[in-house]
């Protein structure tokens, strides 16, 4: 059986020629036919058990092609490693290298249908069928592709939505619900049925959605931007897995629980103030809510 440790693809990785100049490029889906919405059983960013998920997790088992051309980097059919974006999680998995940096991570790999000629390859041409989506991984998703670009230069996972086409028809519909405000004693105060409420720091939350999330969020304080945060990309800070807004946070912040997700920090003075949420998908459709609070 091939098998390569992960923990030497940095290596095998960096000893790649780099490409000799930077452009922008975008890659195709992993798959073929028509991509929509309902293609994805759970989007870059959301909650996955005591994680951030730092895929792009498909619905339903596919055949699995490379998103684009690039150096064959490793073939998982082992773990052996305790990266943060590689967990065990993904089963048997391809890693291909392309320009700028960047790796694309095929994950949940069904075995049996992973090409001879894929194991010793070391160029790939974008197309190359890698295999079918299988069980391999532990995913409650069942026989889904796990899809990941990472960024080994500035160690972060991408959200692989940004380098893609458009999807076919509308994206899912992104609410605003369930305003919590989170003191820094751990009290937390509904939002708008307790309208007045102490000044000082609060972690703001909202309902989380169960498959979507959004591409942006941001929060302003009286007119001025007090946070956003952006989920086009997850950062590695330590051995946690964390989104960035105007600071780093990692999953006991941006998920304190199944029910909700993190808007941002805010810090109200006394007196009167308008509080507003804006929740953005990623062609920048947003929604937008206003909450008067009186702080004392």
């Not at 048997?92 to 894929?118: F, K, M, R």
């Not at 409650?140 to 899809?147: I, S, W, Y």
């Not at 960024?151 to 939505?161: E, F, G, S, V, Y």
């Amino acid at each position: 059986m091939f098998k390569k440790k992960i923990s030497g693809f940095i290596l095998a990785f960096l000893s790649i020629q780099a490409f000799s100049s930077i452009q922008a490029f975008s890659f195709n889906w992993p798959q073929t036919g028509q991509v929509s919405a309902e293609s994805f059983s759970l989007y870059f960013g959301q909650l996955r058990g005591e994680t951030i998920n730092s895929s792009l997790i498909f619905s339903g088992s596919t055949d699995i092609y490379a998103a684009d051309s690039g150096f064959l980097t490793v073939v998982i059919v082992e773990y052996e490693d305790d990266s943060c974006f590689f967990p065990s999680t993904l089963g048997n998995a391809v890693v291909i290298a392309h320009q700028d940096s960047l790796l694309t991570v095929y994950g949940n790999i069904d075995g049996q249908t992973l090409p001879d000629t894929i194991r010793d390859a070391s160029e790939i041409s974008g197309g190359t069928e890698l295999g079918k989506s299988g069980s391999s991984a532990w995913s409650e998703k069942g026989n889904a592709l796990e899809f990941q670009v990472i960024d080994i230069k500035n160690n972060t996972a991408m959200n692989p939505r940004i380098l893609m086409p458009r999807i076919s028809g509308k994206e899912l519909p992104l609410y605003i619900s369930g305003i919590v405000l989170q003191g820094r004693n751990g009290r937390s105060y509904k939002i708008p049925e307790q309208s007045t409420i102490p000044a000082g720091f609060y972690r703001a939350y909202y309902r989380r959605q169960p498959t979507a999330t959004p591409y942006k969020t941001y929060m302003s304080l009286n007119g001025n931007v007090v946070d956003e945060i952006s989920f086009d990309m997850l950062r590695q800070d330590g051995n946690l897995i964390c989104a960035v807004g105007k600071k780093n946070y990692p999953k006991s912040v941006l998920y304190p629980n199944d029910e909700l997700i993190l808007m941002g920090e805010v810090t109200f003075a006394h007196g009167k103030n308008s509080l507003q949420y804006y929740v953005s998908d990623i062609l920048g459709k947003e929604n937008i809510a206003t909450y008067n609070i009186t702080n004392y």
